[in-house]
T-cell receptor, first 109, second 113 residues
Framework: RKEVEQDPGPFNVPEGATVAFNCTYS??????FFWYRQDCRKEPKLLMS???SGNEDGRFTAQLNRASQYISLLIRDSKLSDSATYLC??????????FGSGTRLLVRP | DGGITQSPKYLFRKEGQNVTLSCEQN?????MYWYRQDPGQGLRLIYY???????QKGDIAEGYSVSREKKESFPLTVTSAQKNPTAFYLC????????????FGQGTRLTVV
């Protein structure tokens, strides 16, 4: 079983749609959780950290469920510029930083 | 400006040659990481280091070696034992506290011919 698993997609949605990505992790001792965005042939950039209480940043909402070892990202009112690959990232207590394989999002006009 | 620098951006090498990729950060970060990314794939962890003079193998360490003699530097050597070295290599660093962002270099594209 992979340490961090994501649906690879692609998710193909129209502008204005709401889309949700899910991610599961295997190490129950994991301590930090993030969503990164990666554009084609570029380095990943932090989208948001994920806290136990859940957090929101504009159109983006992240949730963490420690009991189910599950992380989610919700994007509302999708824009063309949201087209990218979204990477779920988990850090364990020894600072090992593991990336999921990414979920590709395509937003069409 | 603080940041993380990888060099070179593009690298070509002949099969059978060792090659060293540079990664330098001036963020005073404790932990540093090397990842490999193949086309259409996610990032796979090669090696990581929490502190100077210490490092751990990631999921795909075979055929690679690293050193961490200085806090700001974490070079990666791709040896001739790495069977399929052509890939995009990314270096990252993180402050040694939970929930802090990992910063990435711009990557090195290695092509072995």
């Amino acid at each position: 079983r992979k340490e961090v698993e994501q649906d690879p997609g692609p998710f193909n949605v129209p502008e204005g749609a709401t889309v949700a990505f899910n991610c599961t992790y295997s190490n129950s001792a994991s301590q930090s959780f993030f969503w990164y965005r990666q554009d084609c042939r570029k380095e990943p950039k932090l989208l948001m950290s994920v806290y136990s209480s859940g957090n929101e940043d504009g159109r983006f909402t992240a949730q963490l469920n420690r009991a189910s070892q599950y992380i989610s990202l919700l994007i509302r009112d999708s824009k063309l510029s949201d087209s990218a690959t979204y990477l779920c990232v988990v850090m364990d207590s020894s600072y090992k930083l593991i990336f999921g394989s990414g979920t590709r999002l395509l937003v069409r006009p | 400006d603080g940041g993380i620098t990888q060099s070179p951006k593009y690298l070509f090498r002949k099969e059978g040659q060792n090659v060293t990729l540079s990664c330098e950060q001036n963020l005073n970060h404790d932990a540093m990481y090397w990842y490999r990314q193949d086309p259409g794939q996610g990032l796979r962890l090669i090696y990581y280091s929490q502190i100077v003079n210490d490092f751990q193998k990631g999921d795909i360490a075979e055929g690679y070696s690293v050193s961490r003699e200085k806090k700001e530097s974490f070079p990666l050597t791709v040896t001739s034992a790495q069977k399929n070295p052509t890939a995009f290599y990314l270096c990252a660093s993180i402050e040694g506290t939970p929930n802090t962002e990992a910063f990435f270099g711009q990557g090195t594209r290695l092509t072995v011919v």
